[in-house]
């Protein structure tokens, strides 16, 4: 079957649908029906192209799976998630794990732009302020010492210089801006911009943990939604390697399939691979002797979630006043340096 070009459709895109197939599908209406359905509640023009392209092949006796990928929108892990719950005949339970899947995928990913987009808009509101000050305010103290007969002190002057540079090459300063624009786009809403962003992040001593714990997360809600659609621990593995972006728990999870061939247990090999921390592997341990295994990945996964939002909340916390107060410091230095000396003028006048 021939696939055809489209985007790949966002996290919240994919839970959305994924959610209301588990509704049609629980309700005991068959796939094609059901896009039917969705065709007539869709007002969005790509939407109805999307469904229509899915209906096509359903019509001529497709089964879901093929449908799906025949339209280049999901990405592989829902291909392959789709297709063991075909074989399995729980398909309504693997669209439903696949919606809590993306949700919490989507609920990660927009808080961390919030948290990456407030520092950066204040970072910008200095610069503006900064910039202003120097080339429009501090032209006006000059003037003013100009007409008492005195100079501005070495640090203003300099500031003045600066200002007066900026002005002269004002071209420079759009290019830079443009710039910035620019890397912000490709780091935020390219996959390869976004890769790089996180493989820097996972690095980088402030934010690694923060990383690493998404990782985690990320691996535990991969494998509750393949343990809970039937599938092995081995093959679960297989696929949650495609999701997690963090280098270092990728090498953990091969370290961890590595030591299943050799005749480990996965509870033993997640212990020793040290994915989890001891706590967490303790209950995937229990878990696997009660047969619960993947309800204790969906509990992990959602304690990592909100360890993951209570981490960003608390960078949040710092950055606000610590922005306000470096912003404040800079603005009334600036102010202070010219207007304590041309308080002390005019005291000297009067």
């Not at 895109?13 to 629980?26: A, D, G, H, P, Y």
């Not at 100079?151 to 300063?173: E, H, P, V």
């Not at 001593?205 to 998404?214: F, K, N």
């Not at 996964?301 to 981490?311: C, P």
């Amino acid at each position: 079957m021939k696939k055809t070009t489209q985007r790949q459709l966002s996290n919240y895109e994919i839970s959305v649908f994924c959610r209301q197939t588990t509704m049609l599908l629980k309700a005991g209406i068959a796939p094609a029906l059901g896009i039917d359905i969705l065709m007539q509640d869709t007002e969005d023009p790509k939407g109805r192209a999307l469904l229509e392209q899915i209906q096509a092949p359903l019509r001529e006796g497709a089964n879901y799976h093929d449908a799906i990928a025949a339209t280049g929108a999901f990405p592989e892990y829902v291909l392959n998630m789709i297709a063991i719950g075909e074989q399995s005949g729980t398909l309504d339970t693997v669209m439903e794990s696949l919606a809590n899947y993306y949700e919490r995928e989507d609920n990660i990913r927009a808080n961390l732009r919030s948290a990456l987009s407030y520092p950066l808009v204040m970072i910008g509101m200095m610069f503006i302020v900064i910039i202003v000050l120097i080339t429009q305010v501090l032209p006006i103290f000059s003037q003013v010492f100009a007409q008492l007969g005195t100079s501005m002190n070495a640090f203003s002057q300099s500031l003045l210089n600066l200002g007066a540079n900026l002005n002269r090459y004002s071209f420079i300063l759009i290019g830079i801006i443009i710039l910035i624009a620019l890397l912000f786009y490709y780091f935020s809403a390219t996959k390869s911009g976004r890769q790089r962003f996180i493989a820097f992040a996972s690095k980088f001593g402030p934010t690694r943990s923060l990383y690493e714990g998404i990782a985690a997360g990320r691996f535990a809600s991969g494998m509750a939604l393949a343990l809970s659609s039937g599938m092995d621990t081995f093959n679960g593995l297989d696929l949650t390697l495609k999701l997690v972006e963090n280098k270092e728990i990728s090498e953990k999870i091969e370290k961890c399939r590595k030591l299943i061939v050799e005749g480990e247990s996965f509870p033993d090999a997640l212990t020793q691979s040290d994915i989890f921390s001891k706590l967490y592997a303790r209950m995937v341990s229990v878990g696997f002797r009660s047969g619960s295994m993947d309800v204790v990945m969906g509990q992990i996964a959602e304690r990592y979630e909100r360890d993951t939002d209570r981490r960003i909340y608390s960078i949040i916390a710092v950055l606000e006043p610590t922005l306000v107060i470096i912003l404040s410091l800079i603005v009334g230095l600036i102010l202070l340096s010219v207007i304590l000396p041309l308080m002390g003028i005019m005291s000297s006048i009067g």
